[in-house]
């Protein structure tokens, strides 16, 4: 069993949707929680990151950790064909050594916003 | 800011063929990544440096893969020989020590094909 799992969709939902991506873990080690967008052809990009649980706002996105649950979340409001692209969940631990650093990633999920 | 820079952009190349990647980090970045991402799949680690030293290199497979970091800046990556296994995008990242938990900057990848 992988640490981290994501369902690799895809995902395909009309402009102006709300989209809901999701990660599970197993290992509570982790801390530091981060979304990254990666376009075709391209390296992944930070999108978000957050620390611990709770919830963090940036613009049309939204970010939810509950580590109770071992679960994050990303929302995606107002949902446009630019946000076509593969949205990786990340996350790496707070304790120090070799680790330290280390991002651990999800499988990747597929969204396709068409017009 | 000018990003975290790979070269070349495509490699193929022939199974039992030596192939090196060359990654030149975002300036005054000390810690670089070296990920493997395979087709549907999220990145995985292979070595991360700080400075000239690699810290955690445990995901290397060292039989064929190599890395280096000479003065702790531009670092290249090799694989001898290659095996038809390796055809993956071979991803680069760098970050500055004291903002590690806020993510890293990914480079646009290497893409290998092994025939």
């Known amino acids: 069993q992988k640490e981290v799992e994501q369902d690799p969709g895809p995902l395909s939902v009309p402009e102006g949707a709300i989209v809901s991506l999701n990660c599970t873990y197993s290992?509570?080690?982790?801390?530091?929680f981060m979304w990254y967008r990666q376009y075709s052809r391209k390296g992944p990009e930070l999108l978000m990151y957050?620390?611990?649980?709770g919830n963090k706002e940036d613009g049309r996105f939204t970010a939810q950790v509950d580590k109770s649950s071992k679960y994050i979340s990303l929302f995606i409001r107002d949902s446009q064909p630019s946000d076509s692209a593969t949205y990786l969940c990340?996350?790496?631990?707070?304790?120090?050594?070799?680790?330290?650093?280390?991002?651990?990633f999800g499988q990747g999920t597929i969204l396709t916003v068409h017009p | 800011e000018a990003g975290v820079v790979q070269s070349p952009r495509y490699k193929i190349i022939e199974k039992k063929q030596p192939v090196a990647f060359w990654c030149n980090p975002i300036?005054?970045?000390?810690?670089l990544y070296w990920y493997r991402q395979n087709l549907g799949q999220g990145p995985e680690l292979l070595i991360r440096?700080?400075?000239?030293?690699?810290?955690?290199d445990s995901q290397l497979p060292k039989d064929r893969f190599s890395a280096e970091r000479l003065k702790g800046v531009d670092s290249t990556l090799k694989i001898q020989p290659a095996e038809l296994g390796d055809s993956a995008v071979y991803l680069c990242?760098?970050?500055?020590?004291?903002?590690?938990?806020?993510?890293?900057?990914f480079g646009s990848g290497t893409r290998l094909t092994v025939v």
């Open positions: 990242a760098s970050s500055s020590t004291l903002k590690v938990n806020y993510g890293y900057t």
């Open positions: 300036s005054g970045h000390n810690t």
């Open positions: 290992n509570s080690a982790f801390q530091y």
């Open positions: 990340a996350m790496r631990y707070n304790a120090g050594g070799t680790s330290y650093g280390k991002l651990t």
């Open positions: 957050t620390y611990s649980s």
């Open positions: 440096y700080e400075n000239e030293e690699a810290v955690d």
